[in-house]
């Protein structure tokens, strides 16, 4: 899908990927099985600038750990008003679709087996799922395939790394800010829109817990 590849660059010099997966600038040829691009870089080729990474081995026990446990997974009669409704069970997923337009590019880092990149995977919107491992990405890839949902492109790719263009997560050309902020959210506007920044499961858990208590309360 030539929307969503002109949110990928190479991960090597950040050069425009072609629909082959090479790379126009420097030439590398990423594979991409089953159409998910491997853009994760070897470990003796350089990063971009500003993109230090000293944590190789933490990054391999954690693609390690999901590869052998992709989740959540996706149950054996499953469809897509099986993956809407369980995804709106969750007050977070459904205030991040109304929020974002039916036109936006989303990208999902972190996205496992992209049940969120599915489920905002409506109206006319791009929606780039990015995640270390590829077993949870193939899991995404094949879902979106029996669903119908051909505007969502899965990726494999390293957040500190990426093969991602670099205003496609901050709408600044600063991946390091990005990094920032995904650790310190709630992540401030920017002059193409409002980031929307992932947190971790217990924050959104005990958020909308203590929603819900002020609306049983009022
Ligand atoms: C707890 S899972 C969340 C999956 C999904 N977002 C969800 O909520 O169901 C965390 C995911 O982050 C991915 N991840 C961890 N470190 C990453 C990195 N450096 N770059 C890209 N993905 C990473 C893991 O592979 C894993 O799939
Ligand atoms: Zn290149």
Not at 48 to 66: E, I, M, S, T
Not at 168 to 176: I, W
Request: hydrophobic content about 40%; charged content about 20%.
């Amino acid at each position: 899908m030539e929307a969503a590849r002109e949110l990928l660059v190479c991960p090597a010099c950040e050069g425009a990927l072609a629909a082959d997966w090479s790379c126009s600038a420097c030439g590398a040829c990423y594979e991409a099985p089953d159409g998910i691009p491997n853009l994760l870089l070897g470990p003796n080729l350089q990063s971009g600038p500003n993109l230090q990474h000293g944590n190789d081995a933490r990054v391999d026990a954690v693609r390690r750990f999901y590869q052998n446990a992709p989740f959540p997974g996706y149950p054996p009669r499953d469809s897509l008003t099986w993956l809407r409704a369980r995804a709106e069970r969750s007050e977070f997923a459904r205030m991040l679709d109304h929020a974002i337009p039916g036109d936006a590019k989303i990208l999902e880092i972190g996205c496992g087996t992209g049940q969120m990149s599915l489920y905002l995977a409506r109206a006319n919107r791009v929606v780039i799922g990015a995640d270390l491992t590829r077993g949870s990405l193939l899991l995404g890839a094949v879902a979106a395939r029996r669903f119908g949902l051909d505007r969502v492109q899965f990726v494999e790719t390293d957040l500190h790394r990426p093969g991602l263009r670099a205003t496609c997560a901050t709408g600044r050309d600063d991946r390091a800010w990005a990094l920032q902020r995904i650790r310190a959210h709630p992540a401030p506007p920017t002059p193409l829109g409002r980031p929307v920044v992932g947190v971790p499961m217990d924050t959104v858990r005990s958020g909308v817990a203590r929603s819900e208590k002020r609306a049983s309360t009022a």
